[in-house]
């Protein structure tokens, strides 16, 4: 099992960014997909949820309205479009694949919302 994600980078406070996470080595399409978070000294958070088939979505408080997770899965691939970027969004942010009792990360792509 492989996830991949890139598209990080340094953006200005309202800016924006597309996240994109390549997964390989299951069937993706049965499955849900997770993008997390984790700040300088802080712990790993659930930034949003999008479910197989991609019908249902949950996001946390502090991105919901800004943030949209969205997947394609004849791609194997799941995005997170973040716009209205502000400097406590920056974080490394990880995909994750829940797949029975084990949980699969990508190495992370590295975000940074500062002026």
């Known amino acids: 099992v492989q996830l991949m994600e890139s598209g990080g980078g340094l953006v200005q406070p309202g800016g924006s960014l597309r996240l994109s996470c390549a997964v390989s080595?299951?069937?993706?399409?049965?499955?849900?997909m997770r993008w997390y978070r984790q700040a300088p000294g802080k712990e790993r958070e659930l930034v949003a949820v999008?479910?197989?088939?991609?019908?249902?979505?949950n996001y946390a408080d502090s991105v919901k309205g800004r943030f949209t997770i969205s997947r394609d899965n004849a791609k194997n691939t799941v995005y997170l479009q973040m716009n209205s970027l502000k400097p406590e969004d920056t974080a490394v942010y990880y995909c994750n694949a829940h797949l029975g009792l084990l949980d699969y990360w990508g190495q992370g792509t590295q975000v940074t919302v500062s002026s």
């Open positions: 080595g299951f069937t993706f399409s049965r499955y849900a």
């Open positions: 999008i479910s197989s088939a991609g019908g249902f979505t």
